[in-house]
Each structure stands twice: as C-alpha cells, then as structure tokens.
C-alpha cells in the first residue's frame, strides 16, 4: 500500500510534498513522509511497510503510531523477532534450583560426553537434549522440594522461589554448554596422545594446569569483547535463536494465532513434541534397520566395483554428485541443523562446496597431480609411497622428534585430494577474514571502539541495562589467572613449548576473535584456526610435535572457547539473565567440569581394556586423539616446510593465501558498484571455509544440507513467513532431540551388547562397494615398487 501511494505522486517533486504544496493531497503529503522515513532505515522491518501505509490511507492515526512503537521496540531482524521476546519477566534466577540443576547436568553430561568422545563413532550430547533434560527436572524440583521459606544469616530464602521459569532453565542450560560446547576438552585429545601414542604421563598436575588454562582462557577474552559481538543487534548468532523457541515453547502451552501462523493452530509445544517423536522413530529405520538409507549412493550399488563410478558419486569418500539421503545425522551431523543459518550463508558454503571439492577436485585429481591416480579422491588419512597408512614410527627417534635421515629413507607423505585441497582452502579463508574484515567491518569495529558502551541501543540491549553489568576487570582477572596457568603447564614441564611462542598462541586467538566472531554471529559459521596454527609453529620451532599440538590448541581452541562462551552471554541476553548471574554460571561450571572430564579420561585409560588400540572393548579406540597424534607428526615431525614450501609436493597450495586475500575485494567494489545485486550476499571466508570439515565429512553432507537449508530458510521463509516465525526453529530442535535420543537408546541397548543390524540387502549393499571401503582408486603401485619422487628431504 505504501509502495502504491509512493508511487501514485509519480514524478512530483518531493521537496514540494515537504514544503507542503497544496496541490498535494495530504495522505500522500504524509505517505511520502513515512516512505523518506523508513523505506531506506534498515532497522525498520520491511514486512511493516504495506502496513504502515494502509494505516496512512485509512487515516488511521494511533494505528500507524502504533505500527512505529511496535518497530522501535523490537528487534530490527525478522529471524530475531521470530524466536526472542521484546520484554522482560521478573522472575527469580539466581536460585539453589538452577545451580543444582545446572552443575548436576553439567557433570553427568560433560562425564558422559568425554567417555564417548574416547569411542568410534563418538556421541555428542548438544545443548538442545540438555534442555530436554532440565525442564521435567525443574517441573519434578517444584513437586518434591518443600515450599516453605528459609531464613540464614538475615536473608531469607527458599528451594522453591515460584514455579522453574525461563531465567532459572537458561542458567541451567548455559553453564552445561560452556563445559561441552564441542564436546570432550580439546586438551585431553593432547592428553591421550601423550600417553596413548608417545607413552608417556606428565601427571595430573599438568593435565588439570593444561585442561584450565585451555578452557578458560576464552572466557575473559568473551567478556572483554561482549560490546563487539554481545551487545550489537547485528550480532544475532543464530544457533541461539533454535535455543530462545525451545525455551518458550517448554514453558508456554498456548494455541497460537492461525492468521498469523499460515492456518497452523497448534501449540508450539505439542508441535516440538510430534516433531521429536518423529524424529526418534524414523532415525530407526536409517540408523538400524535400512542403513543404506543414511547414503543412498545408488550408482555405486549398481557398479559396486567401478572406480570411478564409486569417486564420483559415492558418499563415504566420493564426491556425491547425486547427494541423496534420509538420515538426519548425514545432514546435520558434521555441519549442524541447516534450518539455522540465513539462506545467503547456506548459498555461499554450497557454492564454495561445489566449486573447489567437486569441480576443481575433479579437475586436480583426473589431472594426476599430487600422484592422484595412486590415492583416493576423498578421505582423512595420510599415506606413504607405496600407497600404505603412513607409519610413523619409522621416522621418530627416541625423543619422538624427527630422524631426518629415517625420513629419507622411507617416505614423503601423501594425502587424498579434496584432503590436500582442504588445506590450501583454509590458507585462504584466513588471508579472506583479513580483508574482508577490514573491507566489510572496518569502520563498524572502529566505530564500536570509539562508542565502546555509549552505542546505539536495541530493545534487548536496553531491557539489560536495568541490571548491574559485569565489570571488566572481573575479566581480565579471570584471565591473567588462566594466562598463569597456562605458562606453568607449558615451561614447568617438558613441552618444549617456548615462552613467546605460548604468548603469541594467545596472541592469535586475540587477534582473530572478532573477526571471526562476527562472520559466526551474523552465519552461523565458525572459521576455524587449527590449520594456521599448525602452520604457524611448524615453521617456528619444528620437530617438536608437543608444542605443536600445545600452540595449536592455545591457538585455536582459545578462540573456539572464547565464541562458546560469548554463544552463551548472547543466550543470557536474549533471555534477559542479570549478566554477573552469566559471570558465575560459566565461571564455576568451566572450572569444575574441567576436573570431572581429566578424571573421567583417567578412569577410562585404567579402565577399558584395550583404549585406544584397534583391538579396543566397544570400538573405544579414541579417533579424535588419533587424528590430533597424526597432526602432530605432519606438522610437528615432518612440518609444513616439508610439505608447502618450494619444492615439495603441495607447495602449490600457497597459492591460496593470495586467491583468499584477492577475492574479497573484487566483490567488495561490485557489491558498492550494484547494491541490489546479489554481489551483497557474498562472502569469501565462508565461501573458503564454509565446508572446512571436508574431510571427514563428504560432498554429500553439504549438498544434502544445502537443499534443505534452501527449502526451509528461503522458501518457506518467503511463502509461508508465519509458519516459519512459530515453527522453523522448533523443527531443528525436535529433528535434532530426536535423533540423539534413538540414537543414545541404540547404542546402549544395542551397539554395547553387541547386537547386528538385520542382514538383508538394505544393510549390506553399501558394504560392497569400493566407496564405503575406501578402496576407489585408480591405479595400484607395482608390487615391491613405489611411486611419487625420487628423494626429498
């Protein structure tokens, strides 16, 4: 309607509507008013504009004041609006129920999390089944405790302060995920490659100093930059969003509108619930009873034994170019619910998937390079010349240092290509953030320094000031004391991990914490730095695969932990936690959980008979541990100046620090050059990064999790926008609870008692093919011969 009337003064000249020509009507006096007003505000929704206008026709006064207020005092971002309310509850929160709660969830889950990460396939326990869990145990506190008041030293209190409400669930929630963001402590992986693989135990001194300092270093970094990525509207991080609709939909049982929801009436907790229930009983089907569901490669059932029938189109190491698959896990597992991130970030990772491991891949690997034909085209595992598992043993001395002259005589190191290309890509995802950082956010960066806690305020940021904030310096306390630990666990003990090279680990994390905090909070879409970091040390002080893997994680876990505890200060945000109540929740349960995951590793290693050897009880093989110990050998042993640097196999992929610095710029000036076009969607750290986890993971996880991303997140989106405001999000909750309860219920009734899969075609085709055994390769290297150069050094 506003549109219409804008359009209806034609080529009148728009200073005369201001200067108040009574030729003008005044409704179109007024309707250009409002279209110079708001058309071009960005923070002002355009869904409200037809609105606006029909109230502006229908000379309806309070309405169009009505439809402004509405605007102004709620977030400017559709998806924001969709799942997090525009007020606050006075409710209590800092109860003994949500710490009870919270610290019980965060030591059976943390405990339960670190067991499984030591078994193959591993199980993550996520926030969502956390959430799950503290609402009937809230419900149940309410029923059991008593409800009378207490009084101690003057203040009085009790067990049950009011019903369990939102506040008390976030904290709960919360202060499990800062102990398990990811899963197990990054540092037991160096932990158990210490003692599993180089056989040897520097004690629970230096585990605890290590699993501390790791953990928490992160938080003071968060809390120092919350103005950044905390406080702005812009910063939306999306995950939160699946969290804040879970949250309402828990606690709130209503009907909703079915004018506004596209016709849907039901309550979007029974909604969440069928969803869950779904979900639960259909993973049966592609999780036990009709595996080949999970990968539904048909060609290579069809051509078991073609090679490369089996690289193109296989889904365990082939390139998937028919990605077909019924099993959420394959969609979600390795990428996450792709109901979550905004289409345009869904577009870019696909196209950067399609670009570089499906179209350049086939081009590098047909082509012969880096010995291609003699390698597979797509898994995570290191080879030797004659096309064996990489032996590490064979090139270590006695100190677990590199022997170059065992090296010499035995092999260079080979990977599979989209391996080798996943490198070259995170070369230039790093150079890309640089830039497109400094292009894109710049002057909003320098901006939020000048301004630093005098910026513009939205509605949620306004509602949070009524509480006391946390002071900086609680923060930076925080951290020199973990900055102190982390010094003691790295020059008390034999690490061989230098003073400044500990100081520029953390320099790093600093550094990039911004940068790649606001690509995440705006896609979705962490930038990961554990390739850079290996870099980094391997050329600093090579041959020494403990500070490797100690720089690394100092390095790139710092960060990673710093942006999981800023996820949180944002969930506390939305949900309108008093933000020194969020100070002590993830404080304490960051520090305690880091003990009971140490303890439980340490049980575990005296425990399970046969951990972390093939022949392990239940597959208790730890695979994560095993893939950090092999890093440690090819940048820590070999080091990347064996492998990139002039000369060597894959010295090509430097090339790609300078396609990742070039790019961002070129689109930058045509994004300026045509705004309207869809030059302003693109964005070349998530284009380079955005499939970073290939390998493990295959084209067919991000092609499969594209297309549905596509349907739900532009689609519907656009055709059915009431629907996916209610719903979209408890979609990607109840698919994701779901699936890790049938899954949890699988492997403890069935996976640990040893029980098999139903054996019929359905389970056993994809047993047959070249591509599930990882034996899709073109060409065999002669017996007793080798292929690749003929010395390297």
């Keep these: 309607m506003l549109r219409n009337i804008r359009n209806s003064i034609g080529g009148r000249s728009t200073d005369a509507v201001a200067s108040g020509n009574d030729a003008i009507d005044p409704t179109e006096k007024r309707a250009s008013q409002v279209y110079n007003s708001h058309q071009f505000d960005p923070n002002f929704p355009v869904e409200k504009l037809d609105d606006l206008g029909a109230a502006i026709a229908a000379h309806d006064v309070e309405k169009e004041q009505a439809i402004v207020e509405s605007t102004e005092d709620d977030s400017p971002y559709l998806e924001v609006r969709a799942a997090v309310r525009n007020y606050d509850e006075d409710v209590p929160c800092n109860t003994i129920r949500a710490w009870a709660i919270g610290l019980f969830l965060a030591t059976l889950l943390s405990a339960i999390n670190m067991l499984f990460s030591m078994r193959a396939p591993s ?43 939102t506040k008390e669930h976030v904290i709960a929630v919360v202060m499990a995920n800062v102990s398990f963001g990811g899963g197990a402590a990054y540092s037991t992986d160096i932990l158990l490659a210490q003692i599993a693989r180089y056989k040897f135990d520097y004690g629970w001194g230096f585990a605890l100093l290590l699993t501390f300092s790791t953990q928490c270093l992160g938080f003071g970094l968060a809390g120092l930059c919350r103005r950044f990525l ?20 828990l606690h709130d049982h209503s009907k909703t509108d079915p004018v506004t929801n596209n016709g849907w009436s039901i309550s979007r907790y029974r909604f969440f619930l069928y969803v869950l229930l779904g979900s639960f009983v259909w993973y049966w089907i592609p999780g036990w009873l009709f595996t080949a569901l999970s990968v539904f490669a048909f060609p290579t059932f069809i051509a078991p034994n073609n090679v490369i029938v089996n690289q193109l189109f296989g889904g365990w190491t082939g390139l998937s170019l028919i990605p077909i698959t019924l099993d959420w896990t394959q969609i979600a597992g390795y990428v996450g619910s792709p109901l979550i991130p905004p289409w345009h970030a869904i577009g870019n990772t696909v196209f950067g998937t399609v670009f ?48 170059v002259a065992k090296y010499e005589a035995y092999s260079p190191l080979f990977l599979s290509t989209t391996f080798a290309m996943s490198y070259g890509l995170s070369f230039a995802a790093i150079a890309a953030v640089i830039v497109h ?96 970091t290996e870099f980094i040390i391997g050329y600093m002080t090579p ?88 890093a440690s050998i090819v940048w820590g042993v070999i080091g990347p100046a064996r492998m990139f640097s002039g000369g060597q196999i894959y010295s090509g992929l430097m090339w790609f620090f300078l396609v990742g610095a070039a790019t961002p710029p ?45 349907i739900f997140n532009h689609h519907l989106r656009k055709r059915f926008a009431g629907w996916w405001s209610s719903y979209n999000y408890l979609v990607s909750a109840g698919l994701d609870v779901g699936l890790a309860l049938c899954t949890i219920l699988i492997f403890l009734t069935l996976s640990m008692t040893n029980k098999t899969p139903p054996s019929w075609w359905g389970n056993n085709v994809s047993g047959t093919t070249l591509d599930t055994n990882d034996g899709a390769i073109q060409m065999a290297v002669p017996e007793g011969g080798h292929f690749g150069p003929n010395t390297w050094h």
């Design 123 to 165: 199980i993550t326990i996520t926030s969502i089944v956390t959430q799950l869990l503290a609402y009937p145990m809230g419900r149940a506190w309410d029923i059991v405790m008593p409800k009378r008041t207490f009084k101690t030293f003057g203040r009085e209190w009790s067990f049950v302060p009011g019903p369990f409400n």
């Design 230 to 249: 905390v406080w702005p509207a812009a910063m939306i991080w999306p995950t939160n969003l699946v969290n804040t609709s879970l949250f309402y939909a």
């Design 356 to 403: 570089f491991y499906v179209i350049c891949s086939i081009a590098v690997h047909y082509s012969g390079a880096w010995y291609s034909a003699y390698l597979p085209i797509s898994d995570s595992y290191s080879y030797d010349n004659t096309a064996k598992p990489y032996n590490v043993s064979r090139i270590l001395d006695s100190n677990h240092r590199l022997d």
């Design 437 to 532: 950082t400094y292009l894109y956010h710049g002057k909003e960066i320098w901006y939020r320094l000048k301004v630093a806690r005098n910026q513009e305020d939205d509605i949620h940021m306004k509602l949070m000031k009524k509480y006391k904030d946390s002071p900086d310096w609680w923060y930076l306390g925080f951290f020199i004391i973990m900055l102190a630990m982390g010094f003691t666990a790295a020059l008390a003990y034999n690490t061989g991990l230098e003073w400044w090279a500990f100081l520029i680990s953390i320099l790093i994390a600093a550094v990039w914490l911004v940068p790649i905090g606001m690509i995440q909070a705006v896609t979705n879409i962490q930038i990961g730095l554990n390739v850079i």
């Design 543 to 630: 041959g020494r695969p403990i500070a490797m893997m100690m720089f690394k994680t100092y390095g790139y876990i710092t960060m990673s932990q710093a942006l999981n505890f800023t996820q949180g200060l944002k969930l506390g945000h939305y949900m309108k936690v008093p933000p020194r109540t969020m100070f002590m929740a993830q404080t304490v349960a960051a520090l305690w959980t880091s003990v009971v995951q140490v303890a439980v590793m340490y049980w575990a290693l005296g425990a399970i008979e046969g951990i972390c050897t093939p022949k392990a009880v239940n597959h208790f093989t730890c695979p994560n541990a095993t893939v950090f110990f092999n």
């Design 666 to 710: 070129i689109f930058y000036f045509l994004s300026r050059k045509w705004p309207n076009s869809f030059f302003r969607y693109v964005n070349w750290p998530v284009i380079f990064s955005g499939s970073g986890l290939i390998p493990p993971a295959t084209p067919l996880n991000y092609l499969s999790w594209g297309i549905v991303g596509f």
